[in-house]
Structures are given as structure tokens and as C-alpha cells.
């Protein structure tokens, strides 16, 4: 069972930067895309980004693009995302996850494996 740990959350305020990192228990196979989401009480989990673990190739929910970047070193098994000109709305748990699904069209993709979360609160 692959294991996913996030860190780097924290408070910031708006128009700040945080980089959060996901680091994975276990290689993760080329066939997987790693996913950010986020999730805010009483409301769906989103997708934020995701890349694709073989050729690196990411995609970007509407309102992060331009903002947030997500990148990966394969080596060391872990997934960043780097989110720049925060905003109040990014308050939100980010979620890092594994999926088998992300060559299916689908946004965002179903997970297979996801880390526990962590917190990120913009103020005004």
C-alpha cells in the first residue's frame, strides 16, 4: 500500500507563496499521474493539478492557472506544488493522491492512494 505525505501548509496572506511537497512510500509506477486537490468543509473535493508521472505532462484547474505549478523529481518520489499569488479562495485541505485513471478523461481523475492532507488558510 503506497503511502502519500504532504507538508508545507501553513497561513499566509494574500498575494504570499507556499510550496507544498508530497513525498510517496514507494516508487510509484509511469502508468500513474500524481493529482493535488483540494477540499473546503461542506464542500466537493476539486482537482488543482496533476502531472503525469512518464512524461511529466500537467494539466491545471481554471482557477489556479498562471498561479500554481506542479512538478514532481521522480528520485526522490516526491510531488510539489508551488502556489504563488494566493488568494483568500485557496483556503482550502490539499490533498495529494495517486491515480490510475488520469488517461481517461476524466477531471479530475478518480484516486487511487491519497495522503492525509494539509492545511493552507490565505487571509485578506
Known amino acids: 500500500q503506497v503511502r502519500l505525505v504532504e507538508s508545507g501548509g501553513g497561513a499566509v496572506q494574500a498575494g504570499g507563496s507556499l510550496r507544498l511537497s508530497c513525498v510517496a512510500s514507494?516508487?510509484?509506477?509511469?502508468?500513474?499521474?500524481m493529482v493535488w486537490y483540494r477540499q473546503v468543509p461542506g464542500k466537493e473535493r476539486e482537482g488543482v493539478a496533476s502531472?503525469?508521472?512518464?512524461?511529466?505532462?500537467?494539466k491545471y484547474a481554471d482557477s489556479v492557472k498562471g498561479r500554481f505549478i506542479i512538478s514532481q523529481d521522480n528520485a526522490k518520489n516526491t510531488l510539489y506544488l508551488q502556489m504563488d499569488s494566493l488568494k483568500p479562495e485557496d483556503t482550502a485541505v490539499y490533498y495529494c493522491a495517486a491515480s490510475s485513471d488520469c488517461y481517461s478523461g476524466y477531471w479530475p481523475p478518480r484516486a487511487d492512494y491519497w495522503g492525509q492532507g494539509t492545511q493552507v488558510t490565505v487571509s485578506p
Open positions: 514507494e516508487y510509484i509506477h509511469s502508468s500513474f499521474c
Open positions: 502531472i503525469m508521472r512518464r512524461d511529466g505532462s500537467t
